[in-house]
C-alpha cells in the first residue's frame, strides 16, 4: 500500500528514543524526510545520521528544549530551511510523580510548558509551512491519561487533558487549509525508560514480572505495545489513507480504556 508520505518532510520531537524514534522510522521506511528533536545532542543527533543512513532519507537533527519559546522557534526555522513542514507529531512528553497537595507552580508551569505551549508553538508556526505548501497534518500523542487519570500523576493527567482539547481546538481552525489534526492516546508502550524504572523498582531479576504486573493490572491485552506497534498507527493517521480523519482522537490501548 502507497502511504503517500514519500518526499514529506515530517517533524518529530521527542524523536531520539522510545515512541518518537519508532515513529521517525516508520515514516523513513516510507521515504519521508525527518526533523527530529531532543535536548540531547549526541543522541539525537546519532539517531538521525543512523535513520539517514538505513533509509537513504535526508534526516536533521536539532538539539532543543521544546518546553521554550526559543526551543520551539529553534525547531520552526529548522523545518523552513528544509523547506517547510508537511507534518509535526508533537510527541515529546513524560510522565510525573506527585500529589496536588504537594506538588507547587513551578512544576505544573513545566508541563503546561512541555504538553500544552509546545504543541501550540510548534502548530502556529509549522501550520503556517504547511498552509504554504497546501496542507498537512499535525498528530498529537497525549495518552490515556487524558481521559482514565492515574492517581499518582495528576499534572500530567491534567496537562494531557489540555493537550487533548488543544488538538480539537486546533482541528476546527484548520480545516480549510487541507490540515488533519488529531490525536492519539496510547496506553502502555514498552519504551527503555519503562524498563528503567521497572528495574530500580524491582531489581535485574525481578523488572520483568514487575512490568507484567502493571501490564496485568491494566487489563484487557495484559500486555505492553512495542514503540512500532504504535509507530504503525501515528504513520497510518498522517497518510494519505486517512483523508478523512480529523478533529478525532484515537486510543491506542490494547483494551485498558474502561469506558467507551
Ligand atoms: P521517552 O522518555 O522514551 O522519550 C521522550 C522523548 O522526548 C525523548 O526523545 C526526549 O529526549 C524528549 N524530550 C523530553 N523532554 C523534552 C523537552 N523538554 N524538549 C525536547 N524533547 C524532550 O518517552 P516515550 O516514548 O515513552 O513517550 C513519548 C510520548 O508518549 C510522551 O508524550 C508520553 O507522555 C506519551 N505516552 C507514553 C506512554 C508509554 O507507555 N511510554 C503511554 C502514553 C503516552 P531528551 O530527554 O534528550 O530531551
Not at 538505513?54 to 521554550?68: E, P, Y
Not at 526555522?77 to 513542514?85: F, I, P
Not at 492519539?184 to 528495574?199: E, F, M, Q, S
Request: with cysteine; net charge negative; charged share 20%.
Amino acid at each position: 500500500m502507497d502511504l503517500g508520505l514519500k518526499g514529506k518532510l515530517a517533524v518529530v520531537t521527542g524523536g531520539s528514543v522510545g515512541i518518537g524514534l519508532a515513529v521517525a522510522e516508520g515514516f523513513a521506511a516510507e521515504g519521508a524526510n525527518l526533523l527530529i528533536t531532543a535536548r540531547g545532542k549526541e543522541r539525537v543527533e546519532a539517531e538521525a545520521k543512523r535513520i539517514a543512513e538505513k533509509f537513504g532519507v535526508t534526516a536533521r537533527a536539532v538539539a532543543a528544549d521544546v518546553a521554550t519559546a526559543g526551543g520551539c522557534e529553534a525547531v520552526i526555522v529548522e523545518a523552513a530551511t528544509l523547506g517547510g513542514a508537511d507534518i509535526l507529531i508533537n510527541n515529546a512528553g513524560t510522565g510525573s510523580n506527585e500529589t496536588i497537595a504537594e506538588a507547587d507552580d513551578a512544576k505544573w508551569q513545566y508541563y503546561w510548558d512541555l504538553h500544552v505551549m509546545a504543541a501550540v508553538r510548534l502548530g502556529r508556526g509549522l501550520c503556517a509551512q504547511m498552509k504554504r505548501k497546501g496542507g498537512g497534518v499535525v498528530l498529537h500523542n497525549a495518552s490515556i491519561c487524558a481521559v482514565q487519570p492515574l492517581w499518582y500523576e495528576p499534572i500530567y493527567n491534567t496537562t494531557k487533558a489540555a493537550l487533548m482539547m488543544f488538538s480539537k481546538t486546533l482541528a476546527n481552525e484548520v480545516v480549510g487549509d487541507n490540515i488533519r489534526v488529531n490525536t492519539i492516546n496510547p496506553g502502555l508502550v514498552l519504551t527503555p525508560d519503562w524498563v528503567k524504572t521497572a528495574k530500580q523498582i524491582a531489581g535485574e531479576g525481578g523488572y520483568e514480572a514487575h512490568l507484567q504486573g502493571v501490564a496485568d493490572e491494566a487489563g484487557g491485552m495484559k500486555r505492553f505495545a512495542t514503540p512500532e506497534e504504535m509507530a504503525n498507527f501515528f504513520v497510518f493517521l498522517c497518510s494519505d489513507k486517512a483523508s478523512y480523519s480529523t478533529g478525532s482522537t484515537y486510543f491506542v490501548d490494547g483494551g485498558w480504556l474502561r469506558t467507551v
